[in-house]
């Protein structure tokens, strides 16, 4: 069985203006709350542009190198010409999971139609979940918790545990 509170966790938010220091980063922080609140660790959390390959970077040296559970992204899952999170998170993962970001957007549509616009990603790379969310705060934190309950539970089929 998987504790939450051995579930270390990984924090990405994708944003030129926020690398910029043009913008607080309210999404990242809204999600530090979050994972915190609901028992996990934050080992770490960063802020870079829209660039794909900072992207990568985050997510390899997150998975492979501090081995953190779950990766969290917030920003760049639009349609905007700089918005390159999901292309950056495909290129790094092994298995696609589509139902989890399906999830998301089925739970987000009750209140707006616009979350059929969302790109977001969610695979596997090693023993590691990772998760494409909004850049918004309010989308971030819904969307986040829409799938909160099936991640321990993804974990442990990542590890090899039944289904």
């Known amino acids: 069985m998987l504790d939450v509170k051995d579930l270390k966790v990984a924090i990405l938010t994708v944003s030129d203006s926020c690398a910029r220091d043009l913008r607080k980063d309210e999404s ?21 542009r829209d660039n794909e390959n900072a992207i990568k970077k985050f997510l390899k040296d997150s998975c492979d190198h501090l081995k953190v559970g ?20 495909r290129a790094v993962i092994k298995k696609e999971i ?10 987000s549509f009750k209140k707006t139609e616009r979350a059929a616009l969302s790109r977001a990603v969610a695979g596997v790379r090693g023993a590691t979940l990772i ?9 971030a934190r819904e969307s986040f918790l ?3 309950d099936i991640i321990l539970h993804a974990l442990l089929m990542i590890k090899g545990a039944g289904h």
């Open 70 to 89: 779950l990766v969290l992204t917030t920003g760049g899952t639009g349609l905007g010409p700089r918005d390159l999170t999901p292309e950056a998170t």
């Open 98 to 107: 589509p139902g989890v970001p399906e999830l998301m957007r089925f739970k």
């Open 28 to 48: 990242g922080q809204v999600l530090k709350k979050i994972v915190k609140t609901w028992g996990a660790q934050v080992v770490e959390s960063a802020i870079v």
């Open 131 to 139: 998760v494409n969310l909004p850049g918004s705060p309010k989308g």
């Open 146 to 148: 829409a799938v909160r």
